[in-house]
């Protein structure tokens, strides 16, 4: 993101003030400073209300209730963070009377206020805000740009502006929500059947929230991250209320799950089918209970999903398993989706056994071509090494033969195929892990 300039308070006061009463009159005077800061709120209203594809990303930054060079820090953190093109700022030194009327730009107006962000980069090196000039800043340049709203200044209140994504954004296809202090999810209000990209993954929810969200959103997400916690006992059973739900479009997922899974309907009332990049974190590590309670949600995608990831969060910390865990349900997982192309194990589960056996004749992930995997020893390194080479080996025979079978014309015997390994990485525990 540019450098950002402060700029005096006086004229930030012009650009809400025209930013915010569209019927306030210009001067009449070309010499007056808030005829040009008028002039350009003026086209910027006009050109986010005619572009749609402005509001494609929304994304709050954290609230900060330190110094101001603190708050300041952070949220610039946050907009570089977001890589958006377009961002707004409320860092600056704003007056006391104005939190109420910059939370009306936030929520009623919406990114009207932009003009603020395309103001101030500019102000400092121009003698006089006339120098303004709008062809500047034309649709075309601006048709791809994304929206960030921020404002550390003071805390969101959704209490009476809880309808403002429907009613500011009617074309909005995603959102991405990092802070929602204490404001449940579903009084967003958002066009929930139109979300393309819905990303929840910094808010935990409960489960029955995250199912809503789910059944809403079914027809058109592609891409979702959710963090959803288990409260017990705070709902009916999720198969009482809820529908099996095809869910056809979404081709990313990422679920965070809190530690302990205790309603597993979650699991298997929605039919992810297309689904090709997943990635399902824990907290506190995977228990041989939690894989097998995970299993139904990856069948429905057994012939879409190529890219596989089991994450424990707390990795790097002294609340990884220390000993040696050899879960028989991830033979069962792999051989649910015999379409993977990567897979990840987070430190806690290892391959061993027959699973290594079947993966190196290819009868289990017979398109692998990436591993990503833990060891609890070196002898189960060695044997991951070894099942590499006998599988590569055997991917090397199987295509001679195919190339023979070819070249001979007989064909009418089916020769299975294997995808050689071409990544392997393995993380080694430290000794004091072993121990």
Known sequence: MARIQDVSTEILIEIFHFALETENPLSASPFDTRRYIGAVCSFWRDVLNGTPSLWQSISFAPTSSQSADEGRALAHAWLQRSHNTLSLDFCSRLPRQLPGRVEDLLFGGGAISIVEEIIRPRYSCLPHPSAIHLSEFSRASTSSSSTTFTNPRSEFTFDERRSFSCLDAPHLTSAKLHLLNGVHPLDLRLPWSQMKLLDFGSIPMADDVFMNIMQMSAGSLCDGSFNVVFEPQSHPPLATTFPQIPVSNVIKFRLILGRHLADQDLFRLPEFRAVKYLQIEKAGGFTDVDLETITPLLRPMSSSLEYFTLLN?????????????????????????????????????????????????????????????????????????????????????????????????VLDVAIPQITPIVRLQLQVRSRTEMA
């Open 313 to 409: 969060p707390d990795e790097g910390t002294n609340t990884i398993p220390r000993s040696h865990v050899y879960h028989p349900e991830i033979a069962t997982i792999l051989r649910a989706v015999p379409s993977l192309i990567y897979l990840h194990l987070p430190r806690g589960v290892f391959l061993d056994g027959a699973v290594i056996e079947d993966i190196a004749s290819g009868s289990v992930l017979s398109n692998i071509e990436a591993l990503d995997v833990s060891v609890s020893s070196l002898e189960n390194g060695y044997r991951i090494i070894e099942m590499v080479v006998a599988r590569n080996d055997e991917a090397q025979r199987l295509a001679l033969d195919f190339q023979a079978s070819s070249s001979s014309r």
